[in-house]
């Protein structure tokens, strides 16, 4: 913010009203600046500025994607067990799962920060999503982190990824929260835009839930947390909020910097207000601030609320109003208390050395109104900077480019036609970036921490025990193939919320319920805005077919590098429960002996494959089709299931093929199975709605007998056993060089 000689206060801004002002700067568009100015009947002062610029901004308003969110707040409002008990609009879903039990969770981006400093902005992305997850009143217990990154041989990846890796692990790590699961994908288009999503998962009991107001006139307005700095003035909210260039981006406010300790104080005292009935309720300062924070409390209570700036506590006291409210100093929080309870709150505050004042009050006003040593610098509508920001009904039209990319299929590459072939194909696809180990990474973060972990990479999906007397559970999947989406976005999307879907019910919990974080290129761009418009019609489509309701989740734009946008990338995540974890599926061979079937069919479904991106660099032609009642039904029997299988596995990138390797790999058991028809196609092809399971011989003949109860197809491939995984006819490999390949590509690259 420039210098001003004065302080720029309401009464300064109504007597000179033509004083030029840095709207542009931060990012607003000229008819924004008079829309403020139409709604204040004045300028803004300087510090109503900064607050309308950050929270008016792409990543904090959703100017360009409301228009098309809105049919997720119109599905129905239930879950498989019931209504939803918060929902879009909050900081986070919350859901039931019974026992009295309830679980919230979230997934959101912080991709530009995490370009800028690699470590922060991947450490700082995981306190946000901690702390939304906290104010819902759920103790945190895991955290995901969906990954994507340029080719794994760019000098940039290089940078990058270790050290959102090392981000992620430290203030993961630090908060004692497991990471269960995630991805890590690489693609050309993720170069200097990285995509670092992350996702939290907490526990509460039904009667601790807490909102996002501040009602009751007179209640008191309490700050606690770190202290502000200058540290990610702008930060998220502006960073976010626009596209990068290929010499860097022309504005990169200051990347947020996290410090896990803090959290970890804070969210044990943020339990231990909860517990103590003080708090009327609790917002988390993430992006913008406490322009967010003041803000949208007041506009979803009664209307009004006072505040006195200069009572924040500064680490930096050269801070100006404007850059206080702009700043997004992490590990803050912000209470609404009534008076009563006011001494108890700053007592339990004290007893974990968590600062904390009372800054301001609830008022019957309907304005927010905030004073900078006795000097009124912001009075305006609180809805008008939180919810009624500017709404474009961008344009949007399919690309010129998409017919031909359409036509250039896949299925008509050359292919491997001998088995020495199909085996030189296992062996490059399993040691690809995108299907190789993840180990060099996950073996960073804690995934066990707290003793409740039952399963996590490399499983399927990620499962945590809820409660340790009945083993209630819950399980989460995180999936997008950008490459699908690309194909088509409509379908890439429900391909997408299928593989999650799937993830979830092979480790034998129902699926319950989505987030999603919609990763896409420049909105000014006809051709995105299709993509995102194409995106979101398919999401509110399969959540309609497998009654499923978005619970909220993180719209992030502006993802592209000069004229190239990243691969459109609707990241979803789903949440399932599962009555008692000990009875989940692993995805592992378990035991020799044991007949191996595929669960759904097969078709030569080539395009926008991992076979295709591997072998011949190729992007063209149509995703697989989607079929959602075959993923219900296929859900279904695997959740039925429970019991009489040992392991399932999801067939998805890589195909039957990758499936049976990591299947192998996992307990170093191999088979011997049998493929009909183009051993190829079989192998290969990611046709949706499959899996791969094993049950002990004297199951077999009831798993067949759910299969045809739930209508779904079930072939029989093999068997178990041995070292080797043999196809026959065609090839065998020794598992250990299955291995070997498999786990070497990300060492060798990062070392």
């Not at 997004?328 to 001494?343: G, K, L």
Request: proline share 6%; aromatic share 6%.
């Amino acid at each position: 913010m420039p210098d001003t000689p004065l302080l720029d206060t309401v009464a300064v801004a109504a007597k000179d009203p033509e004083r030029e002002q840095p709207w542009a700067e931060l990012g607003l568009k000229q008819d924004e600046y008079a829309k403020i100015r139409e709604i204040l009947g004045r300028r803004p002062t300087s510090s109503e500025l900064a607050m309308y610029s950050v929270m008016w901004s792409e990543h904090c308003s959703y100017k360009s994607s409301k228009v098309h969110l809105k049919q997720f707040s119109e599905l129905p409002q239930e879950t498989p067990r019931g209504k939803m008990l918060a929902g879009i609009g909050e900081n986070a879903g919350v859901l039931d799962i019974g026992q009295g039990y309830a679980v919230s969770f979230k997934v959101e981006s912080h991709n530009h920060p995490s370009y800028v400093e690699p470590y922060q902005g991947a450490a700082t992305g995981i306190g946000g999503i901690v702390r939304d997850i906290l104010a819902m009143g759920a103790r945190p217990v895991a955290v995901m982190d969906p990954l994507r990154f340029g080719p794994l041989d760019a000098p940039d990846t290089h940078r990058v990824l270790p050290g959102v890796v090392a981000g992620i692990g430290g203030y993961g790590n630090c908060l004692g929260l497991a990471n269960i699961g995630g991805e890590a994908v690489f693609d050309p288009t993720y170069l200097g835009n990285p995509l670092v999503n992350a996702l939290a998962v907490g526990v509460l009991r039904h009667e601790d839930l807490h909102l996002a107001k501040a009602a009751g006139k007179g209640n008191q307005v309490i700050l606690y947390g770190a202290r502000t700095g200058g540290d990610g003035i702008g930060g998220v909210s502006i960073l976010a909020s626009e596209t990068f260039e290929d010499t860097g981006p022309a504005k990169r406010p200051s990347v947020q910097v996290g410090d896990p300790f803090m959290e970890k104080l804070l969210i044990e005292c943020t339990l231990e207000l909860f517990k103590a009935g003080v708090v009327n309720g609790i917002q988390d300062l993430g992006g913008a601030g406490l322009s967010c924070a003041t803000s949208e409390l007041a506009s979803a209570g009664d209307g009004g609320m006072h505040c006195n700036l200069d009572r924040v506590p500064l680490r930096d006291s050269t801070l100006a109003p404007e850059e206080i409210l702009m700043s997004e100093s992490q590990e803050r929080m912000m209470a609404v208390v009534e008076p009563v309870h006011v001494e108890e709150f700053l007592a339990i505050c004290a007893k974990w050395d968590v600062e904390a004042v009372v800054i301001g009050e609830v008022t019957d006003t309907g304005r927010l109104e905030i004073d900078w040593h006795g000097e009124r610098v912001v009075d305006v509508p609180p809805g008008s900077v939180a919810h009624d920001g500017p709404v474009y009904h961008r344009p949007f039209e399919r690309p010129d480019w998409q017919d031909a990319l359409q036509a250039d299929v896949a299925e008509k590459l050359p292919r491997p036609s001998s088995g020495e072939e199909l085996r030189a194909t296992l062996l490059q696809m399993v040691a690809s970036p995108n299907l190789c180990d993840r180990s060099w990474i996950t073996d960073q973060y804690d995934r066990y921490v707290r003793g409740n972990t039952v399963l996590a990479q490399p499983e399927n999906s990620g499962m945590i025990r809820i409660d340790e007397v009945s083993h209630l559970g819950v399980a989460l999947s995180t999936d997008c193939n950008g490459r699908f989406a690309k194909l088509d976005p409509y379908a890439g999307a429900q391909l997408a919320f299928a593989e999650a879907y799937r993830n979830v019910a092979t480790g034998g919990a129902t699926p319950l319920a989505m987030s999603d974080c919609l990763n896409f290129g420049s909105p000014e761009d006809p051709g995105v805005m299709w993509q995102f418009a194409e995106a979101c019609r398919g999401l509110k489509d399969a959540c309609l077919a497998l009654g499923i309701p978005v619970t909220g989740g993180n719209v992030s734009l502006y993802n592209q590098t000069g004229e190239t946008a990243i691969l459109p990338t609707p990241v979803v995540a789903i949440l399932g429960v599962i009555e008692d974890v000990r009875r989940r599926t692993p995805s592992g061979f378990v035991a020799p002996g044991e007949r191996v079937f595929l669960l759904g069919t097969t078709a030569e479904e080539l395009s926008g494959s991992e076979w295709a991106h591997v072998v011949h660099g190729h992007l063209g032609g149509l995703p697989p089709q989607v079929d959602l009642a075959a993923e219900k039904a296929l859900a279904a029997l695997l959740v039925a299931a429970v019991g009489v299988v040992s392991s399932a596995h999801d067939l998805s990138d890589g195909g039957l093929a990758q499936a049976l390797a990591e299947s192998a790999i996992r307990n170093g058991i191999g088979a011997s199975v049998a493929v009909d028809g183009d051993p190829f196609v079989s192998l290969f092809a990611e046709s949706t709605a499959r899996a791969l399971v094993t049950v002990p011989a004297s199951g077999a003949d009831a798993l067949v007998a759910l299969a045809h109860e739930h209508g779904v197809p079930i072939t029989p491939l093999g068997q178990t056993g041995g070292d080797t995984l043999e196809v026959e006819g065609q090839f065998t490999v020794p598992v250990t060089e299955l291995r070997d390949a498999w786990t070497a590509t990300l060492p060798t690259a990062l070392a």
